[in-house]
């Protein structure tokens, strides 16, 4: 017998120990929640400490004030305004006020998007990013309601506060293999699949191309008409992690655990999921990618990629994003209708040159008016207010 081996058990029996005594290992207060019937494992497990530090990070903010849909129209009384021209004027700048604590870092407020020389203009690369996800948000609350039902988004449930919303994916290849030999995206722990060495850009096939999701069998013997196999199913796996870790729940918040791959015994949350995964798909095809050339390199992925939406964006780690509380009802005239849908050439943007990102044909229509702006100080003091 090695004499090593006593004194080797020993240290491992003391780590284990250690792992649920000592400072900073004990295991996390734990609340279960029985969702199915008993004796089917539909059980929602959820760690009370993150559960306390969700709801703080999950408070709905309050509108500036109370806007008033009387008086001129924004499209008549300021330039350049392509999406919510048809807002009134307080309206406008109650909106204004509201992106800008939104998204706007607070020691540059409106002019981390405009030029405060030519409020107007269009040379800030963050306003033509910003009017877009307008009309993204217009998208979603009014041709998504499957998945975001009467709740809908504001730009608030993804920046939080932040230019970047803390949440997004982008291409990932890092480390690169030490020679010419591929690995498939596995034998890393991917950030995007539960740190764990699945695929590690599973999120490409589902949240950016419409690769099949389904790999389960209806049968418990093989029969051949199967063509998913290993491979797939891995990528499906690590799609699932991914959103499970997402809204902060287990795979039993949609699927019934003695029949995963049946529709009929699944909980309804699975038909939501399944338009959340081709809304998110839509997002990133028709909204994110044709954004590609206005964005700068260091608002890119280290391919080159732009950053893109995924469950995890909007939901910030609870299953139904801010709790299930709406803020559509302040913004309903900017927000919950469908403006002008009209895609310029993004391709054709110069920052610091472009004066009007305007679409095709509608430049006759962003003619300069003569009507005086609202200064920026006004606008900030009835915000205050």
């Not at 004027?89 to 030519?118: K, L, R």
């Amino acid at each position: 017998m090695q004499i090593w081996i006593p004194f080797a058990a020993s240290a491992g029996a003391l780590l284990a120990i250690a792992s649920f005594v000592g400072a900073g290992w004990d295991a996390p207060p734990v609340v279960s929640t029985q969702i199915g019937y008993r004796g089917t494992g539909m059980v929602l497990e959820q760690d009370l400490e993150k559960l306390e530090a969700l709801k703080a990070a999950n408070v709905v903010p309050e509108a500036p004030w109370e806007a008033s849909p009387e008086g001129d129209k924004a499209g008549q009384l300021y330039e350049n305004v392509q999406v919510l021209g048809d807002l009134s004027d307080d309206q406008f700048n109650q909106f204004m006020a509201s992106i800008t604590a939104w998204v706007a870092p607070p020691e540059q407020g409106c002019n981390y998007c405009h030029n405060p020389e030519n409020m107007a203009s269009d040379e800030v690369y963050q306003k033509v990013v910003a009017r877009r996800m307008i009309q993204m948000n217009q998208t979603i609350n009014v041709a998504w309601e499957p998945h975001v039902g009467q709740v809908g988004v504001t730009c608030y449930t993804c920046h939080r506060g932040q230019a970047v919303p803390a949440n997004y994916w982008v291409d990932d290849q890092e480390p690169k293999p030490a020679s010419n030999m591929s690995r498939a995206g596995q034998n890393v722990a991917g950030q995007y699949v539960g740190n764990t060495s699945l695929p590690q850009n599973a999120l490409m096939d589902y949240l950016l191309k419409d690769k099949p999701i389904r790999v389960h069998s209806n049968t418990a013997l093989p029969t051949g008409t199967n063509p998913a196999g290993v491979k797939e199913t891995e990528g499906t796996w690590g799609l699932m992690m991914y959103m499970s870790e997402s809204l902060g729940v287990n795979c039993v918040a949609c699927h019934n655990s003695r029949a995963f791959n049946d529709w009929d015994q699944s909980p309804p949350q699975r038909v939501t999921a399944w338009h959340g995964i081709r809304m998110t798909r839509a997002i990133n095809n028709d909204y994110m990618v044709g954004l590609t050339p206005v964005f700068p390199a260091h608002r890119k992925g280290p391919e080159g990629d732009v950053f893109k939406v995924g469950c995890s964006t909007c939901h910030n780690g609870v299953q139904k994003p801010l709790y299930g509380v709406s803020m559509l009802q302040s913004y309903v005239d900017a927000l919950d209708k469908q403006g002008p849908t009209d895609v310029p050439d993004f391709s054709t943007y110069v920052p610091g040159e472009t004066k009007v990102m305007g679409a095709p044909g509608r430049s006759s229509s962003l003619a300069p008016t003569t009507a005086p702006a609202v200064p920026l100080e006004t606008t900030l003091a009835k915000a205050s207010n």
